[in-house]
């Protein structure tokens, strides 16, 4: 997700300051995405530049509150009109490692994918635990961050079952030793013994 246009969402229930909006991002998606502070305010900058934000006066604290502005407010309009694209074949690591895995000499690949099977077993299991304790309306919008994290848990570990029956059915098994040539039978030598 676009921090910017996180930003905007949260600046347009209401003028907030830097440390506010990182606080209810992270709130908003159930610490899923931690914010760094920094990148809050590069992000609040640039909108300000760009005119979708402005900056109010400091408060007796010296914090400095943004709110949205029309523009800003058809920018997010138009960013929740618009469907999400995925892009050109976006990286994942774990299928760039195991990609390169099966290419490495060395490489125990099926104990690879058991490992990462029992690590995506154990995300399900913790999402799914997370998911039972949000319970209240309040929480609908953590719910459906968990509900996206246990849906993709779900894919990866029907992709590393399809990756070990492919591992099954085109690596070979290991040849098994040849057996020893026999030895070679005598044969007589025209005139002499052998």
Known sequence: MSVRYGLLALLERGPRYGYQLRSEFEQATGGTWPLNIGQVYTTLTRLERDELVRALPESDGGQRPYEVTEAGRAELARWFATPVEHGDRPRNELTIKLALAITTPGVDVRGMVQAQRTASMRMLQEYTRLR?????????????VLDAMIFQAEGELRWLDHCEASLARFTPAPLAPAPAPDPEPSTPIPGGTR
């Open 132 to 144: 039972h304790g949000a319970d209240s309306p309040a929480d609908l919008a953590w719910r459906l």
